[in-house]
């Protein structure tokens, strides 16, 4: 295993136990000469594959941690700050950490819910690592070339693990590995095979499409919203826009809507809100979905809706794009609470991680102003206990969401 060296004083983040390796540290590698003031030194040849093991170590040769490397502005993600061979045993550890604290907080080995995340990367000291729990079948992301590389050692303590929980693990990566690696991903099961796809949500049913569906197949982290949206369903009409998989609607349907409608640009999306709506209230009348772009959608509505979810895809991906995201929640916002009725509830929310909940709430105070509408906060929302937040790792907060009470 070789050793990364850091720069003199650039070993602070990793005794504060922060999980990455940032490229602009690293001083020198084993048998590679430092970088001349100037220069960057070319992580392309420096004698480690991308996905091997790595240890790194502060400028004096003190050891600081042990993780995955990888070319890019994080070099290496660490997977323990002991000094630990990363076998087998290793990643059952860490599984059954991460089992255990499912189990604590109510979500795995509950009767009425098998659909939750058991894997949330750096939360639960696997960077680069998701790994989502669907009734028997685990869907299993890989968002760093060194968990790529580890994927059938881990499927397999996975398996061990869960003792009996699971009988299937299905490898869903081809979009979230960097494509320079060059690693020829496909798709596919790594143990076991089904088409067995219904999954149980807080006594919901929802077919999950890991095939094609986006993320794992299914939004897991707004399960606690969704129930609190059903709260307020009650004698509702509810337009739910960005609907992908119908979450939001199917928990207003048993919440006692008026009425729902669902909104996305897709139509396969649209197909499937479609099929759990009859899964879970076969027959029922008080359902439509649209296959409609959502600001033209809002452009053309009346006001006939008093309980709203915007619930985009992330406007910003990167901090780059940060000015032009606000923007964008704040125009779909404004629209909303423009055609809104008096006494109606917004659920609005951000996936960005790059925006942060001050920039987003005034994003949604600004759209307030511009349609010149009185608003309340009711609740301030977050992701679930099972999508942990290190508090080593603050950028693992990337849920935000506001429940206003409209005047």
């Given at each position: 295993?070789?050793?990364?060296?850091?720069?003199?004083?650039?070993?602070?983040?990793?005794?504060?136990?922060?999980?990455?390796?940032?490229?602009?540290?690293?001083?020198?590698?084993?048998?590679?000469?430092?970088?001349?003031?100037?220069?960057?030194?070319?992580?392309?040849?420096?004698?480690?594959?991308?996905?091997?093991?790595?240890?790194?170590?502060?400028?004096?040769?003190?050891?600081?941690a042990v993780g995955h490397w990888q070319i890019?502005?994080?070099?290496?993600?660490?997977?323990?700050?002991?000094?630990?061979?990363?076998?087998?045993?290793?990643?059952?550890?860490?599984?059954?950490?991460?089992?255990?604290?499912?189990?604590?907080?109510?979500?795995?080995?509950?009767?009425?819910?098998?659909?939750?995340?058991?894997?949330?990367?750096?939360?639960?000291?696997?960077?680069?690592?998701?790994?989502?729990?669907?009734?028997?079948?685990?869907?299993m992301q890989a968002h760093s070339v060194g968990?790529?590389?580890?994927?059938?050692?881990?499927?397999?303590?996975?398996?061990?693990?869960?003792?009996?929980?699971?009988?299937?693990?299905?490898?869903?990566?081809?979009?979230?590995?960097?494509?320079?690696?060059?690693?020829?991903?496909?798709?596919?099961?790594?143990?076991?095979?089904?088409?067995?796809?219904?999954?149980?949500?807080?006594?919901?049913?929802?077919?999950?499409?890991?095939?094609?569906?986006?993320?794992?197949?299914?939004?897991?982290?707004?399960?606690?919203?969704?129930?609190?949206?059903?709260?307020?369903?009650?004698?509702?009409?509810?337009?739910?826009?960005?609907?992908?998989?119908?979450?939001?609607?199917?928990?207003?349907?048993?919440?006692?809507?008026?009425?729902v409608h669902s909104v996305d640009s897709s139509?396969?999306?649209?197909?499937?809100?479609?099929?759990?709506?009859?899964?879970?209230?076969?027959?029922?009348?008080?359902?439509?979905?649209?296959?409609?772009?959502?600001?033209?959608?809002?452009?053309?509505?009346?006001?006939?809706?008093?309980?709203?979810?915007?619930?985009?895809?992330?406007?910003?991906?990167?901090?780059?794009?940060?000015?032009?995201?606000?923007?964008?929640?704040?125009?779909?916002?404004?629209?909303?609470?423009?055609?809104?009725?008096?006494?109606?509830?917004?659920?609005?929310?951000?996936?960005?991680?790059?925006?942060?909940?001050?920039?987003?709430?005034?994003?949604?105070?600004?759209?307030?102003?511009?349609?010149?509408?009185?608003?309340?906060?009711?609740?301030?929302?977050?992701?679930?206990?099972?999508?942990?937040?290190?508090?080593?790792?603050?950028?693992?907060?990337?849920?935000?969401?506001?429940?206003?009470?409209?005047?």
């Amino acid at each position: 295993m070789k050793t990364v060296y850091l720069k003199k004083g650039k070993e602070d983040s990793l005794l504060r136990f922060h999980p990455w390796v940032f490229s602009g540290a690293v001083h020198h590698i084993d048998n590679q000469r430092p970088a001349q003031p100037g220069q960057q030194l070319d992580f392309r040849h420096c004698g480690i594959e991308e996905g091997e093991m790595v240890r790194v170590a502060d400028a004096n040769g003190k050891f600081l941690a042990v993780g995955h490397w990888q070319i890019g502005s994080i070099v290496v993600r660490v997977l323990s700050f002991c000094d630990e061979p990363i076998v087998a045993q290793f990643w059952k550890n860490r599984l059954q950490v991460a089992l255990d604290a499912r189990i604590a907080i109510g979500v795995a080995d509950n009767p009425a819910n098998d659909t939750y995340r058991l894997v949330h990367g750096e939360g639960d000291n696997l960077p680069g690592l998701v790994i989502d729990v669907y009734g028997k079948t685990a869907v299993m992301q890989a968002h760093s070339v060194g968990m790529h590389t580890d994927r059938l050692t881990i499927a397999q303590a996975l398996i061990e693990v869960m003792d009996g929980r699971l009988e299937n693990v299905y490898y869903k990566s081809e979009t979230t590995l960097p494509y320079k690696a060059e690693l020829g991903q496909e798709n596919g099961f790594l143990i076991g095979q089904t088409n067995e796809n219904i999954a149980l949500e807080n006594g919901l049913k929802f077919h999950i499409d890991w095939f094609r569906g986006q993320k794992t197949g299914f939004f897991v982290d707004q399960r606690d919203n969704r129930s609190l949206l059903e709260h307020y369903s009650k004698g509702r009409r509810v337009l739910n826009m960005f609907c992908y998989t119908g979450g939001f609607s199917v928990y207003s349907m048993r919440g006692g809507a008026e009425l729902v409608h669902s909104v996305d640009s897709s139509a396969k999306a649209v197909e499937l809100v479609n099929r759990n709506i009859e899964l879970n209230f076969p027959g029922d009348s008080r359902h439509k979905a649209f296959a409609e772009d959502a600001f033209k959608f809002l452009d053309e509505m009346g006001d006939g809706y008093d309980l709203i979810i915007l619930d985009p895809p992330a406007f910003a991906k990167h901090k780059d794009a940060l000015r032009h995201a606000l923007k964008g929640y704040t125009k779909i916002n404004q629209k909303a609470l423009e055609k809104i009725r008096p006494g109606g509830i917004l659920f609005t929310f951000s996936c960005s991680q790059a925006v942060s909940k001050e920039q987003f709430r005034t994003a949604v105070f600004t759209a307030c102003a511009l349609a010149g509408r009185r608003a309340r906060i009711l609740h301030q929302l977050h992701q679930p206990a099972d999508h942990p937040i290190n508090i080593y790792h603050p950028e693992g907060e990337y849920l935000k969401g506001l429940v206003l009470y409209i005047e």
